[in-house]
């Protein structure tokens, strides 16, 4: 994948990048059920919330584009 200007500019500027279509339906759908299953795991290295409730996560991925992918570095 090849990032256009202003995805470098963006990812530049706010250290993150919506990529759309980068996996398919399929692959999301097993990456929605593993992260099910993570979050209803009790593990020590799972966050949560002060509620007991995983953390979610930032940003989360919009519902009007399933097969999106958000790419975020902390920095």
């Known amino acids: 994948m090849q990032l256009n200007a202003d995805q470098v500019r963006q ?3 706010e250290g993150w990048l919506f990529l759309p279509e ?3 339906p399929e692959e999301v759908a097993v ?3 593993e992260a099910e299953a993570i979050y209803a795991a009790n ?3 799972i966050w949560r919330e002060k509620s007991g409730a995983p953390a979610p996560p930032s940003p989360p991925i ?3 584009r399933p097969s999106g992918c958000w790419a975020r570095i902390p920095g």
């Open 11 to 13: 990812f530049e500027e």
């Open 22 to 24: 980068a996996f398919t």
């Open 31 to 33: 990456l929605a059920r």
């Open 43 to 45: 593990r020590p290295e």
């Open 62 to 64: 919009p519902s009007t």
